[in-house]
Every structure is written in structure tokens, then in C-alpha cells.
């Protein structure tokens, strides 16, 4: 890494683990190509070296591309040391395990009448997702304490605070956080509501300030301002408004049509009763209340506008990706920069120095929320600024909110310590007493062995 | 009050709130009556003026008995005021309602699959009654304030914890504390462990030194010695061992004829999970935990070793007090002196400064439990001395039944604003969040609105 | 207030409470001028209303300035009430008593042998000038309360800590803030150093990011970077290269001939010792610090490089500032546009959304700094976002400088408490445990008497 | 250990660290004498094996006296492994140096003007003993870390809170508590004040209850009551009545014949000032207050009623001593059961389930007092019962005193630090800070030197 005279920096290393991966490597690789003011090499380590390759490819096409302002060396490496030694930012987006895991995350326990909308952060996918998922993360900490313990690293890997977690409890020392576009989504429906409600338009989400208070995917506003005022009444009106028909943006993406659309109509509804704006999709949402509210069947989540991600879902959608990454690298298909909607170049700026940035991060709690314990991984805001990201100081959980975020908070710490200590014993009495669990504790158990089971060549250390 | 040369306290004035009740008030009696050091007056007040009068004879009565070792004179007052006033000790236990409103709390959520071991403490049932005791207790707060604003004050009426933060929020300079003899009940059957495992015998529950942490009913001991040995892991194996038979200490006392005994199976499953013994009954315990748990039917609760307390046997056995008062008054059954099991004596004899003690007690968290918030009604040991109730510091609550407890604590804490500002809605949003309240929002709308539909005689301040 | 389509807000109001003050405002019209997204009023209250008149006409005439990107009208008013009804920000610039009252301040305690390098802040002079500000503060904040509750409140009147405590203490709802340059001159060095130890020129202060963490003058910089580059070893090697000569920035600026300027001597002292960098300037450092290290007499205090700054000095500044006035009014002088070092127009559009803006700043402690008590004034980072102004966390006292930082703290709150209730016995508990005042209690006792007899004209509510 | 079926325990080990000592080894010989529901052996350990081969002696004479209920085995260890291994409680009473270390840390200061009244505690005195004790400690932690982990060990060693935070550092599982008399005198000043000012005889210190909140000889009473009524207001009228001449209890202990008697009048002066009273003897309370309040010099001392204790009373005390422990050894003269005012017996008895007990004590804060920080070794009130030691919750340090006691406890974490690391830079930066060090920071500095070169026999670690 070098600082130029004209205050850009040159000859930086980014390690991408998970290199091989579709869709978030090609959003950092279009961001990357506008960056104007910083420039390097991208090492690309995937277990699937073949990926890496092929997306050492298409990272290179975009130095070919007449708006490209910023020119980037990508090579896939075959080992995980030679991708970190030297990097001065670690981006860590990995898949634990394949699909066929997550097939049985999220669809055994229908079997036992629990549905999950996601499975990937909490409920009984969410946690078997977590032991398999610790494990590697501590191989990747312990590389980066090896080969570049002063970069900075970015996470984006699912459960996100269990990953973040297990970075700092392998590798104390550790500069990471995790970053997630949740919170976004959420800015965008108070543009939405100032828009409906007030007739406000063009207003974008990043004019939006807000504070945010909680844990991935459970992070909560409690406080938004545009142009100085409290936006809380406006969308008070707004879910009022819509709190039975739902809201949709725009009205091709509907929830029926995509996996990731949601009619609002689950944050409306906690809103209303609890006075603080959920700051995540409504199916993630929805898995860290009771069962009985919106998960009790897939027609329950239909009820509520949202519907079940299906893991053929996941196969289908990787498969076309897989076949768009073909086509990109084989030159069929070009490759094409749109800035995405994710902060991770901006974020890299900021620490480099480029620019100043406030924006909300996972990282573990040192006071930034004074009434969850210390250590636990929480969303909330924090400053980016030249070497250095500091927490702003988010406030306490409200009481209105306490009991819902603290019994996740506090089995997120427990199931940590169970993955950490490979004691599948100490993770049962944490799925036992999951939201979505409502089972007898014999019936839990039976599904969390199959659960074991069927997950077992990724469980190997914890069945020893 | 008189302090004598002879080191005892003579003309104590003790106001009893709900003097005409039964049982409480005779068990007072006895144990005032053995207490050789402390002497005076109590003034019965009671909604019941007749049941009051009729205490007021079965007190006078002891003075007779040749066993007698303090002579006390007791009678009813027409108003709160007249018996509150110069009062060094208050004694408040009183029934919020009539049994046909516990029906209502009991009862009620049975067709909606919702069923409740006790419920007069958390759950739906224990919800409605908060909010119908608060503003009862607020006036005798008030009265306090007024009348007699130095004296102790002692509640054994439940909710306690309910009951306790209504006293504060109301006069936040009373010196009010909650008695619970629920965790002798797990002293008892740590002395029952020893015996088992052990051989030891004649061991009294005061021997076993224990450390008390969490909230009435749902209090844990992390720590508990005898002769310096950790009784932990003798209680572990006492678990094992009666895991799935449950243990019955006396083989007359048995779960299927009373309403207050178990097995303490719940008991022993809870700590094989998560490490810490839960000090009140099986059938206290079960409502604070996922109702899939042990409360998803009758049989499942029968299964577990306890049954559910119905409102029948409640009416059945006051009709039966009713009956032993009136003999005891009118000379049919003789009144005699048993020393109780409660220590409300033992606890006025120390804080008048006539011997030193240590048990646990409700008051509010002042920083013993560090990780509950301030103000939260907590259970844990307290030293009682001349003129001082000064909580031990318990610790924090451990972090594997944090999620379970500060889920309670804090849906407590909101519960006690709800009842405070007369908010019906407020209370809802911690009514369907409740553990036992597994519905869908709608259906527990409809349950909530028939309970307070059912009980609306006593919630004509929230429905204005 | 009222924002245009092209981003700028115009018809802003801002009330300067002190308005007839020089140096302050006319900085504030500077940067005014050249605010080109903002544009207004701005309301002069001066209990000096001539003076306030004067600089009217001052303020009016840079509209007529060929670089005047922004024309606000600046007007005198006779009331407090006139100034802040309806204003969006306020500024509080006042001078508590006369420079007759800081005479004594300041030079009453040299009898005594206690010397004072400033004397506005800590020390005897402190604690009498903080008795005589607490009533004029109250007053403002009940005119804030009442005409502008929503306005922004920065203050730059010293004591910075008291006023804003005493803005708090008033109206609890208030919106008040303290702005402070002592920082900057820190990063300043933090420049000088970097250019110094490594060559590296044409740094600007803003691009030293820095933690901040303490209270105001007495605040510590316990993190800094640069380029990524930790430079905390620079700084120290450079304290040891000039912990004896001193380091002088610009050779003309030496503190010898200017009462603000010094060699950096205490910090190093302080820096060599505890780890930490104190950030102010030295002369205010020292009073903070025991008397014997640094002021012991004015030869100690200039042998560590810095003078004391005497009241003759400050009449004397004013004089000529008066006189420079007269003649800007009068237009024998003319007024310029100089940007000033002062942040304050910076922070007012991060707060009406027109930037982000990250810097150091006054206010409660609401858990930034989680080891000093919660309402402690405390002086860290800061968020200025729309509508919205958040304490970035700081992080705790680090435990080197605890014992000297908590002792301030500690006897600023007590402080407060003694202006609030006016009790000059509380005053003298604290004054009598300053760091400067090493007398016997009743030497001590009748410096303290004759401070209160000497400035008595401003503290009658105290000697009712 | 063997608990017998009449509730005694036969066969205990106390193993006595410093066994050799005079005073201490004989009042715990007498107590122990008495205590009928006990007994067993003592190990004396003594790096001067003869002093405890005479202690040997003695201790076994108490065997034949007629009233001696308890029958104990003393022997000296010619190691500290002798004496610890199987030990059931730990008695440490050593002395760190000899008395020439001593005049060094008393009388060297004075030819600077420092004067310190016992200097075994804090001043320059104090820190100096830590720095020669801590390696001491640190080989005794180590020893019970080895030889006897679950034993009971009671520290009297001076700097008491130095000594438990070194067994703490040493060996964290230690199960060490420190016990010191000083809060007893303060007591006995509150039945004195009963006496004097209500004419109430009588009374024994221990039916006098207090809070006790602070650190070692810092420790302060802010509640105290005796048959329910508060205290203090007692006490303001006696410290008014005795603020200028002083209290003498007994008219025969005269401070200026006795080192340890004192007026009280700094407690009284304190007391009206801050409204908490200090609860240690006068001369260790005017060594943690600034220098000027009362020792400026001896006579300043003198004039607050208290003496300075010079080393050649030490000598000449031990000297005493000395003779008195030949000539009861040889039989010249009898040994006599006298119970002392130590509670060391009574503790144990209470650890060991005889009894329950409350009374202060010197352990590590864990949140009995939540505004220091966690680790701190302060002095609260605990509960001592069966098998554990359970501080009572004390509250927070209350704000007039904060300032003054934060001061002395984060300089006492921070030199505990330093003797851990065997650094003696940092100790300077303790050294130089305290209250009663007001000297330059170059004149402080020959100071130290010339302290660690008086000592340096004991400080070679420091050294290398």
C-alpha cells in the first residue's frame, strides 16, 4: 500500500475469501472499478479453486471497460496464506457447507411444523448453519493472525454475528466487522413513507439519519431525522396506512415474485405495537418473534406478505449465476459496471483515509449499547475514519424492545460459546429455546438429532 | 414502639392489609405468639369487615393458651387509614378480585389451548391480575405515605413482583419487601439430596447456605454449601437420578392430592440444560418457560409430576378456612400455637435490631444483580439488620438463563408501566409476547379482550 | 427556516446571546459569510446593548464584500426574549461579571501563593467565575425553554462545563452543546510532529483522526492516526526530543509574548508520564494538574515554558479589540472575510443536513465515557448529522489518568450542584480539594471569603 | 477437617504465615482459646525461625490454663510448604522488611517536608512498603496456589489493599479476604456519641449497624443506626459540640501517649464537610487528604489532635514485645486467655457454618460498590456463612467523596500494576501524584530515588 502525492493510494492488496463466489464478488469488483483514488490486486481464494479462476477472469475484463476508472489485478490463489499474507483489507464471503446442508437447515424442521423464511441467521437453521460455519471461520482468523494481523476485514458470510464472533474469540486483535445491507432496505421504506405520506420525492436513503440499536438482521431504529425532523410520527401514519395491505414500493417487485420482497407489513406490525422500527426484511424479522405470530405455517407468512425461501429456490437462482459467470468469463456475456448499493468500497476509503463515513456495523459491544452484555456482536452505527472505526454510542436497547432483542442476544452468546467448545449439548439447550422451537423438549431433541445427521460431515469436531 | 432495658421491643403496632384473610393471617399469629422479645398490637384492616372482626377473635385468643409466650392484642379497624396510622410494620396480604376473576385468569385462556399451572403470577392469568392489583395497591402505598411513612412494609400478596414495583413507583421512599417461601421448598430438597445421595440426615433447610439471583418465582441459586462442601455437583446427581421418575420426599405428599406439591422433575430438567437449580416449584416454573415446554396440555403438565391448580380446589379450600375461621372463632376448634415455616416475625425481630439475618427477599434492583436493569424487582438474599434491609450482592444472572430471565424481567417492567398509566395496550404487547401465549396476534387480541371483558369490574380505570 | 430545491436552507435564525462580544462574533460573521448554502438572520442580545448595536453595523456591512457568498442580516435587540423566539440555533458567548470580578479571580489567590495561568476554567478562579455564571446560564435556558425549545445550543462561555451542565440542569430538554479549539492546537502538534520526526509537511489538523476522551481542557487523546499510521510512538519521540527546550511551532508565536501560546512542555511532561496526550493547551493542563508541578510560582511556570495570563493583559486585549470595533462600525477600518479555525458554522450544517461532520464537542455523559459517572460534561467525538447530533463512544477514563481525571470530574458535578442550589458551604468543599489550593483548611477558608466578598456583587443570591 | 455430630470441627490446620509475630500470634492464641466449638493445629511459618519456635511455645501453653475451652497443637514449619500443605485457613501477618526499611519510608520524606503519620498505607511510606511487599505476596499466593487451594486465607498485613490485590493477581481462584479493626474505633466513636449526646450506656460496638463504602483505612459510613434510628444526625451535633477541642474517650488515652489514639477531629472535620463519615483512625485518614488540610508539618498534626508515629516507637514497641514473648516462652510469665476485639475466630467460625456473621472486610470489587472499578480491593460490609464469603451490596462511593476516594483507589490499581510488573517508572507516575507528595516533579523524583535506594535490598527485582 502506498499514498501518492495527489492523496490516492496505490498498490493495495484486497485477499477475497470466497473468492469464487457470484454476485457479491461482482459488486465489489464494479464498485471497485469507479474507485478512482485507490488501486491494487485482488488475491481470490476459494475452496473451489475453479471459481476463483474463473472470476480472476472476469475481474480482469473490467479493466477493458472505456468507464472504468480504476484498474484492478485479480488472480485466484490456491491457498489461503498466499491470498492474506500482505492484504490490507480481508473480505470474507464464504458459503459453510452447500446446499444440501441448508437444505436440511431449513427444510427438516417443517416436518415438524416449523417453516423458516430465510434459515440462515437464527431459528433451527440458523444455529446448525452456526456450528458448521465457526469452524472455518476460526481457520480463516487464525490465517489472518498469521499472514496480515493489522488488515481490515470485512465480513459478509451468514449468521453474520456468529462469523464476527468467532473472528475476535479466535484472534482477539482482530480489525473486523461485518457489514449488511438490511438497514438500507429500511431507509428506503421511510423514503417511501415520505414520499406517500408527504408527497416528499427524490429523497435518497442515505439523507435518511438514523440510530441503530440491536443485532443483525433483529437491529431496530429508534431515531430518524431528515432535514431535522422526527420521522417516527410519518411513519406511524404510514403503518397505520398500510399495516393490512402491506406496501410495495414498486409494484413489480412483489414478494411472491422474489425471494427477497416483503410487503412491510410484519415491521408495521411490530411498530405499532412496540413503538420502534424493525431495520431488517420482514422474513428475517419474522424468524426472531414467537412462531405463533407470523411463522406458524407457510400460509401464515403469505398471510403477512411474505413468503418462504426455498433452498431449489437457492439452487435455481445459483445456477443461473453460475451460468451468467460462464458466460462473463468465456466473454458470451459482457461485463458491465453498476455501482452497487453496498458500502464496502466507501467503507475501505474511510479507513484509508479518503473520506469520513458514518454508517451501521456488526462489531462486538464495548459500550455502544450500555445494557447488552459486553462482547455481544450489535448493529449500530459507527465511524469510519483514517485507521480507525469507532462505535457511536447507540443507547440502550429501548425496554419496550428488551425482552425480544436480549433472548436473542443472550442465546446468540450462549450457542457462540457451544460452537466454540464443539458441545453439541450446550447448543441443544439453546435450539430448545428458540422462538421458533415450540416443541415439546423429546420432540426438539429428535429434530435437532436429524438435524446433526443430516448435517454431520460438516459436524465432524463436535461428534467426536 | 418501647425499647426495654430487658433488650425487648414492647407496644409494636403491626397494620395487617387483608387482616380478614385466612391461613396468612394465622400463621402470623402463631409465630408473634412464640416471639418472646416483641409485644404490642394488630390492627386487622380488611375490605371483608367481618372476616376482620372474626380474625380479630381468633388473635385475642392466644393470649389464652399456656404455651403463649407474647401476648398481643388484636382488632379490626373500619378504614385503611385508622389502621395504617403509627404502624412500625405493614403486613399486606390480600386477594385482588374475587375467585369468579381468577376463573376468568385461569380458565379462560384453557379454549385457547393455554393452560396455567398457579396462574397468579406471570401468563396470561398472572397479567390480568396485575392489572387489577395495581391500582389496589397503590392506594395502600398512598395510605402508607400518609399514615406511617417509616414502617416496614411486608407483601405476600402475588403477583410480588408486581406488587412490590407498585409500591415503589406509588411512594419511592417506602421501605416495602416481598417474602416468597418458595425457595425453602429448593432448600428442602437440596437437604433431601443430601439425605439421598449422602446418608446425611437432620439436616435443617437454614443449614444450606445458597446464593439467590433472579426474579419471584423464577429465582435461581447458583451457589449452595453445607459444611463447606459444593452442593452442585451432589444436586447433579440427585437430577440424574430422578430425571424421569421425579422425587417425592414424603410419599403422602403427592402431586395428584395437592395442589401445591411436585416432583420436581421440571426442576431437575432445567438444570441438566442449563446448570442452575430454579428455586420455586414445579408448577411456578413451568409458566415462565416456552409452554411447549411442560404446559402444552393437562397431560403433558401431569406428566412432568404436577397438575394444574384449578380455581374449583382454590374456592373449595377457602371454603374450607372459612369454616376452620368460624369455629376458631366461635370456640369450636381451639386456636393453637404451630411456629410457622415464615419468617415475617424473624425478619421484624431483626430489623428492630434484636438479632442479625440473612435470606432472600424481593426488593429493587439497586446494582445486586448487576446485569438486570435498576428498578427491576429482584430475589436474592438481603441482610435484615437494626434498622437496615441491605440486599447481598447476588451477581449477575449466569449466562446461560439470561435469555430466559431477563425475558421475563423485562416484560415485567413494561407490564408495571402498563398498570401504572391505566394502558391496555401497553399490556397487550407484553401479553402476546408472553411464554405461554403461543397464538397468532389476532386470536390472542380475542383472548385478551374476553379476559378483560371477563374481569372488567376491577379494570374500570383502563377502560375509561 | 426553509430548505430550497437546490439544497441550501435560507431564512435561518440565530440568536447570539452575548452578541456585542468581539473576537467570538466576528469570527461567526466570517464564516457566515462564506456559508454559501445557508443563509438568515442573526439576532444580537448583549446585556451591552450598544454593543451589540456595534457590531450590528458591523455585520451588516459584509454583505458589501466582493467575496461574500452568503448575506445574513444581523440585528441588535433590546430583549432576551426578542433574540430567541424562534430561533433554530442560538449561540451563548457571554462574559459572566466584569474583567473586575476576574481580577479577583485571578489574583486574590496569589496572596495565598496560588498563581493561575488562565483562571476562567478550574482552580479558585474557576470555581468563583462558575458561581457568578450558573444564575445568567438558568436565566438563558429558561428563555430557551420557553421561545425556542427546539433550537440548537452551542456555547463557547467558559466554564464550558458548568454552562453546559447548568443548560441541562434548567431545561433538561434542552439541545446544548459546547465547541472548544483546544483540541485543535493538539492535532496541530500531532501535525508539527509528523513533520518534525518524519518530514511529512502540508498536513491538515483535520486529517489527525483522533479519540477524544475527558472534560473539557483537561480532555485526552489516546488514539491517533494518520494514513493508517498509529502515531502515538511519533508523539513520543518527539516529547522526548523536546521535553526539555520545548517545542515552538512558528518562531514569532512565543508563549513569552502571547498568552495563549506555550511549548508543549506540561504535555510532554504529562505524555512521558502517564501515556496519554493531554489535549489543550498547557496553561490550562497545568491548573488541572497539583499545584507543585507546574505552578508553584510564575518562575515554575515559565521554566515549563508557559506564562501566567494576567487581567491587566486581558483589559488591555479588550481595549484594542473595543477600539478595532469602533472603527469597523465606523468604517475607518475595513471588515474582511477570514475563515476562522471555529467549527461552529461547520457543526450548524451538519445539523440541517448539508454534511456529515465528526468532531469533538461537550455534553452529558449518557455512557460515552462508561467509567465516569452518567451527567458528567464530558468532552469526546461526535456525530453531526441531520437532526441529530450522537457522542461517537469514546471508550473509558484510561486507568493511568484515572485518578486525575475523576477527581476533576467528581468535584465539577459536586460544583454544580452547589451553583444550582446556591449553597456556598457545598463551594467550599470543593474548593478546599482543588489541586491548586494547598492551604489549611482555614487559610484556605479566608482566600474563599474574601473571593466571595470581592465578586459579591454577582453572587447575592448566594448570601441571602 | 472433621465435622463432629455436635456441631464442632475437630482437626482443623491454620496455617499462620508470619507466625513468628508478636501481638497478632497471641491475640489469635487467646481467641482461639475460647472458641469450644473448634479446634485442631497451628503451623507457624516465619522467615525468622525462632521467633515462631518461641510462638511454639507460648501457643502451647494456653493448654493448661484452666479456662481454656479449646485445645490447640502450635508448631513451627521450617518451610512455608510445611505449613501450608492441608492448611484449612491462612493466616498472613508478616512484615515486609525490617524496621530500618521502615524509617526509610517514614523519615526520608521529611527532609522534604513530607510528614506522615503511620506511612504503612499509602504516601510515599506506602508505596514504597508495596513495592517490597507485593513479591512477598506473591510468593505466598503461590504457595497456597500449590499447597492448600480451597483454604481460607486472612490477610493483616499493611498495605492491606496492596497484599489482597497481589494474592488476587497471583493466584485468582484464591479464596482471600483482608480483615483490619479501624471500622470497629469508628463504632465505638458512634456508642460514644450515643452516650455523650443522649446519655445511653452501654451500648457494645456490634449492635451499632452500619454501611461501610470506601477502601481500606479510606472507608466511610454514610448509614449507621442502633434500634432503628439514624445516626448521623447524632453524630453532626457530637462533631459539632467536639470539632475544635476533639473527643477523647477515655480521659488515660491521650494521643500524645499513644500512637494509635487520636481526637477525632479530622473524622469531624471531614464529616462536616462531605457528610460521611470516615471510619479509620485519624492518623491513616489525614495521609489520603491533601497534604495542607493536616500534615503540613508535626505540629500541624498536632494541632488536629493526633501524633505522628515515628520508627523508634515502633523499635522500641517491638523491643517491648520481643521481651515479653522470651519471658512468657520461659514461663517468667503466664500466658492469659484475653478475647481480643478481632473478629479472625469468629470468621472462621462462620466459614465453617457454626454461626452466620457480617461484618467489613478487605476484598476485590465485583459491583458491591458499582462506581469503582471492577477488581478494585475495597471495603464493604460481607456475609460470611457456611462455606461462603458474599459482599453486601455497599452502593456507590457517594458523590461529595467521590473525588477524594476515586483519587486514591485507581492510584492504588495503578500501583499495584507497577509492583506486578516490577516497574518502577510507573510507580513514580503513582508516586508523584499522591496527596501528600506536593513537590516538583524533579524533587519528587530525588525523593524516590533516594527511598528505592534506602530499600533497595528488598527492591532488586525492581532493579535488573
Not at 266 to 289: N, P, Q, S, T, W
Not at 343 to 353: D, H, T, W, Y
Not at 431 to 443: A, K, Q, R, Y
Request: aromatic share 10%.
Amino acid at each position: 500500500m502506498k499514498y501518492t502525492d495527489h492523496n490516492t493510494v496505490e498498490e493495495l492488496k484486497i485477499a477475497y475469501v470466497g473468492g469464487g463466489s457470484q454476485g457479491w464478488a461482482w459488486h465489489l469488483m464494479s464498485d471497485l472499478a469507479v474507485a478512482d483514488d485507490i488501486s491494487g490486486e485482488i488475491a481470490l481464494y476459494d475452496i473451489n479453486y475453479k471459481a476463483a479462476k474463473t472470476n480472476e477472469i472476469i475481474g480482469n475484463r473490467y479493466k477493458d471497460l472505456p468507464d472504468c476508472a480504476s484498474k484492478w489485478n485479480y488472480y485466484a490463489t490456491e491457498t489461503l496464506e498466499e491470498a492474506l499474507t500482505g492484504a490490507d483489507f480481508v473480505v470474507i464471503s464464504i458459503l459453510p457447507g452447500t446446499f444440501d446442508e441448508m437444505a436440511v437447515d431449513v427444510h427438516t424442521p417443517e416436518k415438524y411444523g416449523i417453516y423458516q423464511s430465510v434459515g440462515d441467521t437464527t431459528g433451527p437453521g440458523g444455529l446448525m448453519r452456526t456450528l458448521r460455519t465457526v469452524p472455518q471461520i476460526e481457520v480463516i482468523a487464525r490465517g489472518i493472525e498469521k499472514c496480515c494481523p493489522n488488515a481490515w476485514v470485512i465480513n459478509y458470510t451468514n449468521p453474520m454475528t456468529q462469523c464476527i464472533k468467532a473472528l475476535y474469540n479466535t484472534f482477539p486483535g482482530i480489525r473486523a466487522f461485518g457489514c449488511c445491507h438490511e438497514v438500507f432496505g429500511t431507509q428506503k421504506l421511510l423514503v417511501s413513507a415520505l414520499a406517500d405520506m408527504r408527497g416528499i420525492k427524490d429523497v435518497h436513503r442515505s439523507e435518511i439519519k438514523i440510530n441503530v440499536v440491536g443485532i443483525n438482521h433483529f437491529t431496530w431504529i429508534n431515531k430518524a431525522t431528515w432535514r431535522g425532523e422526527d420521522l417516527l410520527p410519518i411513519y406511524r401514519e404510514f403503518a397505520e396506512k398500510y399495516k393490512d395491505t402491506g406496501f410495495n414500493g414498486k409494484a413489480e417487485i412483489n414478494w411472491m415474485n422474489s425471494a427477497s420482497a416483503n410487503s412491510s407489513r410484519v415491521k408495521f406490525d411490530l411498530f405499532l405495537r412496540y413503538g420502534a422500527i424493525a431495520a431488517a426484511g420482514d422474513r428475517h424479522l419474522a424468524e426472531f418473534c414467537p412462531k405463533s405470530w407470523y411463522l406458524t405455517s407457510e400460509k401464515q407468512a403469505n398471510s403477512w406478505g411474505f413468503g418462504l425461501t426455498t433452498v431449489d429456490w437457492r439452487k435455481k437462482r445459483q445456477s443461473d449465476l453460475l451460468e451468467e459467470g460462464r458466460k462473463k468469463a468465456s466473454g458470451e456475456q459482457p461485463v458491465v459496471i453498476r455501482r452497487s448499493e453496498e458500502e464496502g468500497v466507501m467503507q475501505m476509503r474511510a479507513l484509508l483515509g479518503l473520506c469520513d463515513f458514518v454508517t451501521n456495523v456488526n462489531i462486538p459491544n464495548m459500550g455502544q449499547i450500555p445494557n447488552l452484555p459486553m462482547g455481544t456482536i450489535v448493529e449500530t452505527n459507527a465511524a469510519f475514519r483514517d485507521g480507525q472505526l469507532t462505535p457511536v454510542f447507540a443507547g440502550p436497547i429501548p425496554a419496550e424492545i428488551d425482552a425480544m432483542v436480549r433472548r436473542i442476544a443472550s442465546a446468540q452468546l450462549m450457542l457462540a460459546e457451544a460452537a466454540k467448545e464443539r458441545d453439541l449439548e450446550k447448543a441443544f439447550a439453546v435450539f430448545v429455546n428458540d422462538p421458533l422451537v415450540d416443541l415439546p423438549v423429546s420432540e426438539a431433541r429428535k429434530l435437532f438429532d436429524e438435524m446433526v445427521e443430516g448435517t454431520k460431515e460438516y459436524l465432524q469436531e463436535y461428534l467426536k
